[in-house]
């Protein structure tokens, strides 16, 4: 069964996991090109519940959040099955809005996750999941490890 599901499955799935008394938990992110630092948060993310859903950028979205020349490197296609095949991963649903609200509401996930490198004030979906009494968590960033340097390593920068 593939883990790369639309809304529309995802939250059929959140549903029947949290009849179960299982904790979701999301995240959202690009995840271009996957390194420790991404796998790292990631199981960090896993060990805030039982079950993590990882919503992923589309190519239009980060195209539109303008992460630089030539982003994303890597479709959403393949980027949405490297982050299936982990196994702190429960589901991958891609959107293309500019940010994951419209999941977020939809799923009403029991933590939200995000990197602590985000203002507490600026986690998209922070006040849906504290209105049903979720929780946010703040993951501290594996330093040395980013996207960005990544390819300025790889251009000679």
């Not at 059929?12 to 999301?26: S, T």
């Not at 490197?73 to 649903?93: K, M, Q, T, Y």
């Not at 979906?125 to 330093?143: K, M, N, Q, Y």
């Amino acid at each position: 069964m593939s883990r790369i599901l639309s809304l529309d499955d995802a939250v059929a799935q959140v549903e029947r996991l949290r009849r179960q008394g299982r904790v979701i938990v999301f995240t959202n992110g690009v995840f271009d090109i996957l390194h420790p630092g991404h796998v790292r948060y990631l199981a960090e993310a896993r060990r805030q519940g039982d079950a993590l859903v990882v919503g992923l950028n589309s190519d239009d979205s980060v195209r539109r959040l303008a992460k630089g020349p030539g982003r994303p490197v890597n479709p959403e296609g393949e980027r949405a099955e490297i982050l299936a095949a982990l196994s702190s991963v429960d589901a991958v649903v891609i959107f293309d809005e500019d940010t994951p609200l419209e999941i977020v509401t939809a799923l009403q996930p029991d933590v939200l996750v995000k990197g602590a490198d985000w203002a507490p004030d600026a986690i998209v979906g922070r006040d849906v999941v504290e209105a049903r009494g979720g929780r946010v968590v703040r993951v501290p960033i594996a330093e040395g490890h980013s996207t960005s340097s990544i390819l300025e390593r790889l251009r000679g920068h």
